[in-house]
């Protein structure tokens, strides 16, 4: 799933520098499912800080190139992707679309924005997979479309065990820059975390649904 471990211990030093992932485990987080959280992961402040952004742009491109070789298509997820998907097929000089969670309840009534023929190869750009639901929505929106969809590139996941059953059972192929453990691995060798925070981390993440740091 990590292509390159390098890239995935460096991804995560970026994204905790600038607070995109943030690491509390004595206050958690509420998630929107209604988990308790010791993690709380928004990359879109990447795009706020130019060298990180345009770090994270080069390594997709590169790594899209070397997974996929050149598809006819990057395609962003709405709305967390829509910014680092466009940078990646600009640097690639590639068409960009992006997809909404469903579609407009006006006008075209669009669920894909911008112009995508049948079979054209696509590679699908996510910021972030927790249970993968979200981003295989847009999977199923782009087949129903005849788009030809080679694989998936995000940022980050956090590696549950049903985002990888979800993948498999909509065969399509997943890859990110970095994971849960090469975060938890980064920040415990760079001192961001305590050993007793270490420990809160590894056990929120064998059973996150059902986790209280009570």
């Known amino acids: 799933m990590v292509l390159d471990k390098n890239t995935a211990k460096k991804t995560a030093e970026l994204l905790l520098q600038i607070n995109a992932i943030k690491l509390k485990p004595e206050n958690p987080f509420t998630w929107a499912s209604g988990w308790n959280s010791p993690i709380y992961c928004d990359n879109r402040i990447l795009l706020s800080y130019p060298i990180i952004r345009n770090y994270i742009r080069d390594e997709m491109a590169k790594q899209v190139e070397q997974l996929y070789g050149k598809p006819d298509c990057i395609v962003g997820v709405a709305t967390g992707a829509i910014g680092i998907g466009a940078l990646v097929a600009d640097k690639l000089n590639l068409p960009f679309v992006y997809v909404r969670p469903q579609p407009k309840s006006h006008g075209r009534q669009n669920q894909i924005e911008g112009h995508l023929e049948a079979n054209q190869t696509v590679v699908v750009i996510e910021d972030l997979i927790s249970t993968g639901k979200s981003s295989l929505n847009a999977v199923d ?74």
Do not use: C
Not at 150 to 174: P, V, W
């Open 141 to 214: 929106a782009l087949r129903d479309q005849k788009a030809n969809v080679k694989g998936m590139l995000a940022i980050f996941t956090y590696g549950f065990q049903t985002a990888l059953d979800n993948f498999k059972d909509k065969n399509t192929e997943l890859h990110t820059l970095s994971s849960y453990e090469y975060l938890i691995e980064q920040a415990s060798d760079t001192g961001y975390v305590k050993d007793d925070q270490l420990k809160t981390l590894m056990e929120w993440r064998k059973d996150p649904s059902k986790w209280t740091n009570k």
